[in-house]
Structures are given as C-alpha cells and as structure tokens.
C-alpha cells in the first residue's frame, strides 16, 4: 500500500502544474543559494557569514511550511474525499508527505544538474585552453576544480527533506481536524 501511496501523491504533485513549477523553482534556486552558503561556511576563506547561512535556513523552513500550508488547503476536498472513501490520516499523511518531498527531489535533480554541466563546460573550456597551449597545467587543475563539494550539497538537501516533514507536521493538526463532510458540502 505504501508504494501505491507514493505514486499517488506523485500524481497529484504533477496534476497542480503551476504551483508544483513554481515552488519547484523556488526550492531550486533556495538550494542553490543555501548549497553556497554551506560551501561558504564550512571550506570558504576568510570569516564565514553565519548570519547569510541562517537566514537561508530560516527561509527554507518558511517556505517548506508555506508550501505544505498550501497543499494542505488546496486539497482539503480531495482529503476530505479520502477520508470517506475509508483512507486513514496516516495514509493522507503519508501522500502530503509524497508530494512534498517529490518536489524536493525534483529540484535537487535540477540543482545537480545544472552543477554537473557548469562544471563540464568548465572543464571542456579550459581542456581546450591547454590544447591550445593558452594556459598551463597547473591553472587547468586550479580552475576545474569542481564547484560545490559534495558534502554541502548533502547537508541542504537533508536540511530541505528535515524542513519538509516539520511543515508537514505543523499542518498535520489541520489533517486531523479535517472532517469528512466537508467533501460533501456544496461549494458556492
């Protein structure tokens, strides 16, 4: 059941195409953006801006909790449908859950992405600087040097998937108090 539970909520994170490609959007450049603050932190030169990083974690934690406030409101006949058909709360849970994290997962796949070919048009660039015999072997090593370490990139998207559950279970109470007949009221 878990599994079919899961693809259900992939399926309802792709049904809501705008605000699945908007938070979407917004969740990959966040991560971007907190990936640096990260790799600023823990190998940057010099002192390390803390006051960059929490503000890039407290933004993170707003907006998971925002987004799950919003998917939670959104769908609030479809839960409500779920419940009468005989879902538990832990079954909705657990497609919030699925959908939250679907779009975690999809930025991150983005994120990286985008880090893996920066970092190959990096290197072709510069590989064909030394062909050219326009630079030196030693530049070459110093300059595709990769981006991000891999560590930083670790660090966010667990701090990404730890925000999403604490959204989800902040909002969880409004799950709970969610009544069935609210799927049957008529809406004007």
């Known amino acids: 059941m878990g599994l079919r539970l899961w693809s259900k909520s992939i399926k309802l994170a792709m049904r809501s195409r705008r605000r699945f490609i908007a938070f979407t959007l917004m969740y990959t450049v966040l991560m971007i953006w907190m990936t640096w603050n990260f790799q600023d932190f823990l190998y940057g030169e010099g002192e390390p801006d803390v006051l960059l990083l929490v503000v890039s974690i407290v933004s993170t934690l707003i907006l998971s909790m925002l987004y799950a406030w919003i998917v939670i409101n959104y769908r609030k006949n479809e839960i409500a449908t779920l419940k009468c058909i005989g879902y538990k709360n832990s079954n909705i849970r657990t497609i919030i859950i699925g959908e939250l994290t679907w779009v975690t997962f999809v930025a991150f796949m983005i994120m990286a992405e985008a ?59 409004k799950i709970l108090k969610l009544r069935p007949i609210v799927a049957l009221r008529v809406l004007k």
């Open 115 to 173: 880090l893996i070919h920066i970092t190959a048009g990096t290197t072709y660039f510069y590989q064909q600087q030394i062909l050219d015999k326009k630079i030196s072997a030693a530049l070459y090593v110093d300059n595709t040097a990769p981006i991000l370490n891999i560590w930083p990139v670790l660090a966010t998207l667990t701090m990404f998937l730890v925000s999403q559950i604490l959204g989800i279970l902040v909002m969880y109470s």
